[in-house]
Antibody
Framework: EVQLVESGGGLVQPGGSLRLSCAAS????????IHWVRQVPGKGLVWVSR????????RYADSVKGRFTISRDNAQNMVYLQMNSLRAEDTAVYYC????????WGQGTLVTVSS | DIQMTQSPSSLSASVGDRVTITCQAS??????LNWYQQKPGKAPKLLIY???NLKTGVPSRFSGSASGTDFTFTINSLQPEDIATYYC?????????FGQGTRLEIE
């Protein structure tokens, strides 16, 4: 069964840091780019970042560029999102996902940035 | 960035109705378009990929079509379990972009 499982969400103060993890199983991990997408509860889906298959190429939305870092460990079938200098507007459910023609998503992890 | 303009933002229909949602891309995306269904508290679920291909296991009342930069998603014979929000998403180029979503309600 194809599966992505996120973890690492929680409550953090503005200016703080958090690292999200995404554990992959049930598919050939190195064949897929992996993305992070976020969603404010009750609002739409917003793309955040992407890492390519070998981890050497990354892309970011302008809103997180310079603050977030995506990485992957192909030996462990893991993807990470290091989030620094967090702001209230980063509060959202964060999903890891494959977004091509065989798209699949994790269940999401909630990040709340608040004092 | 490629803009995806989805309409309507909300829709109310009766069980058995045919429902249509549209997405327009701001440039050619070569049919690199997914349609998702999202229910409250759940992750999006892929229904249609490549603009018109039904994912295995998805009921055949769901369909998609494309004409240039215009994309249509149709539910034939709406069922109560189809209450959800539906999104289009282009994967032709980064950044990945989504339509604004269509909230579907049953009358």
């Amino acid at each position: 069964e194809v599966q992505l499982v996120e973890s690492g969400g929680g409550l953090v103060q503005p200016g703080g840091s958090l690292r999200l993890s995404c554990a992959a199983s049930g598919f050939t991990f190195t064949n897929y780019w992996i993305h992070w997408v976020r969603q404010v509860p009750g609002k739409g889906l917003v793309w955040v970042s992407r890492v390519n298959s070998d981890g050497r190429n990354t892309r970011y939305a302008d809103s997180v560029k310079g603050r977030f870092t995506i990485s992957r460990d192909n030996a462990q079938n893991m993807v990470y999102l290091q989030m620094n200098s967090l702001r209230a507007e980063d509060t959202a459910v964060y999903y890891c996902a494959s977004l091509g023609n065989s798209a699949f998503w994790g269940q999401g992890t909630l990040v709340t940035v608040s004092s | 960035d490629i803009q995806m303009t989805q309409s309507p933002s909300s829709l109310s229909a009766s069980v058995g109705d045919r429902v249509t949602i549209t997405c327009q891309a701001s440039q050619d995306i070569t049919k690199s378009l997914n349609w998702y269904q999202q229910k409250p508290g759940k992750a999006p679920k892929l229904l249609i990929y490549g603009a018109s291909n039904l994912k295995t296991g998805v009921p055949s009342r769901f369909s998609g079509s494309a004409s240039g930069t215009d994309f249509t998603f149709t539910i034939n014979s709406l069922q109560p379990e189809d209450i959800a929000t539906y999104y289009c998403q282009q994967y032709d180029d980064l950044p990945i972009t989504f339509g604004q979503g269509t909230r579907l309600e049953i009358e």
